[in-house]
């Protein structure tokens, strides 16, 4: 039997809400007209299956928005919306109504990704509130599934209006109408490995890529997949290999190949770091041995000893070239995240609860290696069985420090000094400021700091205020926990 659908309509309460709940003539509260137009949306979905979840960015002291609240309540059953649900959710905005930042935490943290609360459809009200607030709920859609995702806007002339904005939102959309073609068959899918996650379309077709060729028993079979660092591709070379099936054997460096029993899958580690006259052996290799699959994974964020041109040409000919993306234009982020939790060991149930935010934000890890390493430093340092928001934010602050702490280490033993460049005073400076940094990820308190590096708690407390100059630094350090986090 199917489970009845459900919808959330998230928005803001915005002054034009307070002036015209009641309504006057031809005006009337927008949020009043998403409820009056709530039945024109398809497919219809009834008021008790309907949650309305209002924002409400009152200044302590101030009620304005939650009177409103409790008075559109009352008018629920005069509307013909009985048994619809009207939740109030108190927004903190510390710098004032155009705080981004505090506005998509808000935002993101109502939104229900887990649970019984989770609904099968969000609805965005775009009209009330700021443009800020606007913006925000725009952003937020675009970190959900487009599919269970609508925006609309409200007015006296068009009522209720869908929204399909011909940009982020339309482009994201056309990539997962352009690769549903390429899907993975069933058959392909009961044998994958472990944890491999396949929610990302371009990703899918990929492995639908790989099933094919490594199904398809016209010879020579020669795959080269390609991507950046932690991308994924040794895993996609063992996927290739397991649904070939036979023995597999693995070649790391250009020396003498392995041994090849008949018909086995060789798998070759980092080919672009291969010379040009290594590719010779490889080329031999391929040619003698046609009834051997070959795949190698190559690396294309760094300059490779031999260009693409000469490994067609001298390596392995007629190969077909796949494309894995970064981590960081993967749309699935966070189910990464909870399959690298399982191989750690770590539990995974919490991570899309706790991490989503932090997953899917601008400041996402640099690669599936990085993932790994965040998840497992802020799995020691929870208090918890589940990793939590808070030690994943010092996870990848520590990791942060770190790197710039090796990027000022290298100019001073470089002496990387001299006309327009970096003074060594704006070196040692940077240097104190990440350890001291470092010693706040670590847990310690601002007494405990001093009394490691020798200072007093006031000179602790001013470097931890100050705000380094990292113009010309390849490493940018995030800003120090505060002492809620």
Known sequence: MTRPLTRLVISFIGNTDLRYLQPQEENLSPIRRVLNGLSTLQPYIPPARTRLLLLDDDRPGQSDRADFCAALGSQLPGLGLEGLRVERWPVVLPEGPTDLNALYENVWAAIPTSGPEQADEIVFHL?????????????????????????IETSHQQGVCEVRPPYVLAARER???????????????????????????????????????????????????????????????????????????????????????????????????WPPSALQGLAVLAATRPDCAIAATFRTDLTPAAPLEVLARDGLRGAAHLDLPALGARSDVVALGAALARQLGILDGKVKERL???????????????????????????????PERAAYIQARQLRDTQALLAEACQILTGMDFGPNRRRLDDVLEVIRAVIVQRARADGRSQGEIGELLGISQQTVSAILKSRLDLRGWRTVLLEGLDESD
């Open 127 to 151: 009209t009330s509130g700021t443009p800020a607030m606007q913006l925000t709920l725009m952003l937020a859609a675009h970190c959900l599934r487009l599919d269970q995702v609508r925006l």
């Open 356 to 386: 989503q935010y932090e997953l899917l934000t601008d400041l996402y890890p640099n690669n599936l290696h990085d993932l790994k390493s965040l998840l497992a430093t802020a799995a020691a340092r929870s208090p918890g069985a589940h």
């Open 175 to 273: 990539r997962l109408d352009v690769r549903s073609k390429s899907r993975l068959p069933e058959p392909a899918r009961r044998t994958l490995l472990s944890d491999t996650v396949l929610d990302d379309p371009p990703v899918q077709a990929v492995y639908a890529a790989l099933y094919k060729a490594a199904t398809t028993r016209k010879l020579p079979q020669r795959l080269v997949v390609r991507g950046p660092v932690g991308s994924g591709k040794w895993h996609a070379c063992q996927q290739f290999a397991r649904w070939r099936r036979g023995e597999v054997a693995q070649w790391f460096e250009p020396a003498s190949p392995p041994e090849l029993p008949d018909k086995a899958t060789l798998l070759i580690h980092r080919l672009d770091t």
